[in-house]
């Protein structure tokens, strides 16, 4: 099957300081990228859509100065959580889909296996 | 109300039985029904996928969805410890845009 990366894998920072997670097809071109949010004990909370090459669209309540997603090619997402607090500690997990080439269906979400991020 | 309900558990079960889990949703547009296994600080992994109402079977794992009512199953047959995650349903409309997840059941199969 498809994989996908993310890095890294846990991340401990500051309260005020700003982090980048990075989210890789490893195998496949990533039309379609997406971003959640999950907290213990809770299921994934879609927070934006990538495209690449496009603006990523947010999901309602989420704020996108503070969440910044680039999907500059189509094998890499970022998402930079910016100036975190406390309160953004939690696991990101990045999906994505693979449209072009014909190997996957359009349904199949190829999960990377998240990033733990702790604000100190 | 929840676009997906889910019940949280955990369920407990011995080795070799039978387990159910269940999701119901409100939105009848939907069309594509996934569910995910995850372990713990991993992330998800597709099990089984179904279109629209109807059974499919893969292994030990039976997918079920009955549109009329809004619900899916997913049976595990002879249920091993490996089998020990957190599963979550999803589904998503034709155009794929968006996939919502249930919460995610806790199952524990003892040995």
């Known amino acids: 099957g498809a994989v996908v990366s993310q890095h890294p894998s846990w991340v401990i920072c500051k309260s005020g300081t700003s982090v980048k997670i990075e989210c890789r097809s490893l195998?496949?071109?990533?039309?379609?990228m997406f971003w959640y949010r999950q907290f213990p004990k809770q299921s994934l909370m879609l927070m934006a859509t990538?495209?690449?090459?496009?603006?990523?669209?947010?999901e309602q309540g989420v704020e996108k100065d503070k969440f910044l997603i680039n999907h500059a090619s189509l094998t890499l997402s970022t998402l930079t959580v910016t100036s975190a607090h406390p309160e953004d500690s939690s696991f990101y997990i990045c999906?994505?889909?693979?449209?072009?080439?014909?190997?996957?269906?359009?349904?199949?979400?190829?999960f990377g296996p998240g990033t733990r991020l702790t604000v100190l | 109300q929840k676009e997906v309900e889910q019940d949280p558990g955990p369920l407990s079960v011995p080795e070799g039985a039978i387990v159910s889990l269940n999701c119901t949703y409100s939105n009848s547009a939907f069309q594509y029904f996934m569910w995910y296994r995850q372990y713990s600080r991993k992330g998800p992994e597709l099990l089984m996928y179904?279109?629209?109402?109807g059974n499919k079977e893969d292994g030990r794992f039976t997918a079920q969805v009955d549109k009329s009512s809004k619900y899916i199953s997913l049976f595990i047959r002879d249920s091993q410890p490996s089998d020990s995650a957190t599963y979550l349903c999803a589904m998503t409309q034709y155009n794929f845009n968006k996939f919502y997840f249930g919460s995610g059941t806790k199952l524990n199969v003892k040995p």
């Open positions: 179904t279109y629209s109402s």
């Open positions: 990538s495209n690449e090459g496009s603006k990523a669209t947010y």
């Open positions: 195998d496949f071109q990533a039309t379609t």
């Open positions: 999906s994505a889909n693979d449209r072009t080439s014909g190997r996957a269906l359009n349904h199949e979400q190829f």
